[in-house]
């Protein structure tokens, strides 16, 4: 097993930038295939972006296309999302995800993955 935790998340303003963090622990980082969602109240569980195990493909939704930038440290175990140019319907609370993969395949489906952190709230106020 893998346990994820969020961190980074906070209030800032339309236009900002912010970085989360999802520190993975338990299990050999680099054989997992990881990804971000996000969860606004009243809407589903949504696909944000994902990056492969090795970090040589990443997906992201159309929505953040050209704003957000996954990565993935392996030596600090972690992945990061770096949003840029935060609009007010970037608010949501954003979960790290995993899922033991190696291969070429990156999900975008929140049934692709089988970890899950506690999620962190990301505000943007205009």
């Known amino acids: 097993q893998v346990q994820l935790v969020e961190s980074g998340g906070g209030l800032v303003q339309a236009g900002d930038s912010l970085t989360l963090s999802c520190a993975a622990s338990?299990?050999?980082?680099?054989?997992?295939?990881m990804g971000w969602f996000r969860q606004a109240p009243r809407k589903e569980r949504a696909f944000v972006a994902a990056?492969?195990?090795?970090?040589?493909?990443?997906r992201y939704a159309d929505s953040v296309k050209g704003r957000f930038t996954i990565s993935r440290d392996g030596a600090k175990n972690t992945m990061y999302l770096q949003m840029n140019s935060l609009k007010p319907e970037d608010t949501a609370v954003y979960y790290c995800a995993a899922v033991e993969r190696v291969g070429a395949y990156v999900g975008v489906s929140q049934y692709d993955y089988g970890y899950w952190g506690q999620g962190t709230q990301v505000t943007v106020s205009s």
């Open positions: 338990g299990r050999t980082f680099s054989s997992y295939t």
């Open positions: 990056i492969s195990w090795s970090g040589g493909r990443t």
